[in-house]
């Protein structure tokens, strides 16, 4: 009987072997990308491997300190070789839903800079429509949270506010709010509903994340990894 892995694990020290030496790399959030931070550790330690990485969240600079990973911030960086990052959903085109960690604006503007972009997954991850296993992240100025669920409302969905462990408002870390909004059909056409959130004001960024992966990595239980490039 072949022994099981954890899909997670096998995605995330893939794509950490994909680091190479001398490059600045984007630290995306979430279980996934823990293990790519764990792995990218032991390449530096073992390797004397030389980067750079750039965090996407507070709890991601937070687990990459701690294992001595060298960090640098946008201010010193114009540009990133490589980011790393997980998905919430991902179909055929490489289109993502993300942001169930909260990280969703950091990460966008961290995507936007890279040149390559590689997502980790387990494949419970790849659908074939987005918004079918998974609620879009769309994050709000507190103030503005009224007047966003209505716009969602009237673009199909069913906004729920995200609600912290301790029952307060979950907030990210830049101080906003998170609707998760239901499509009950999934997400007929993602470009058109970003260009229609991005369009109301008080939406600071949704988790559409479009154009801007080049490769996926896909763990299975089996112990296989599967590198999809586009």
């Known amino acids: 009987m072949s022994q099981a892995h954890n899909p997670k694990q096998v995605a995330g020290y893939a794509a950490a072997d994909l680091i190479q030496d001398g490059t600045t790399v984007g630290l995306g959030t979430g279980s996934t990308v823990w293990f790519t931070l764990v792995r990218l550790a032991d390449r530096i330690a073992q390797e004397g491997l030389r980067v750079r990485g750039v965090p996407t969240s507070e709890d991601t600079h937070a687990k990459a300190t701690k294992l001595g990973i060298p960090l640098a911030t946008l201010d ?8 790393i990052d997980g998905a919430d959903e991902i179909d055929g085109e490489f289109r993502m839903i993300k942001g169930g960690g909260g990280a969703l604006l950091r990460e966008k503007v961290v995507a936007s800079i ?11 991850k790849v659908v074939e429509r987005l918004g079918t296993t998974f609620k879009l992240p769309v994050e709000v100025v507190p103030f503005a949270r009224a007047v966003v669920s209505r716009a969602v409302k009237e673009l199909g969905a069913e906004p729920l506010l995200r609600m912290a462990a301790d ?15 239901h499509f009950p059909e999934g997400i007929a056409d993602p470009e058109a509903l970003e260009l229609a959130l991005d369009a109301v004001p008080g939406v600071v960024e949704s ?6 992966a080049q490769v996926c990595v896909i763990g299975h239980p089996d112990g296989r990894c599967e590198v999809r490039e586009k």
């Open 167 to 181: 029952g307060a408002v979950f907030r990210t870390d830049n101080g906003n709010e998170i609707l998760d909004c």
């Open 76 to 83: 010193e960086v114009e540009a990133i070789d490589l980011t």
């Open 114 to 124: 890279s040149r390559r972009e590689a997502i980790v997954v387990g494949p419970d």
């Open 207 to 212: 988790g559409l994340f479009l154009g801007l």
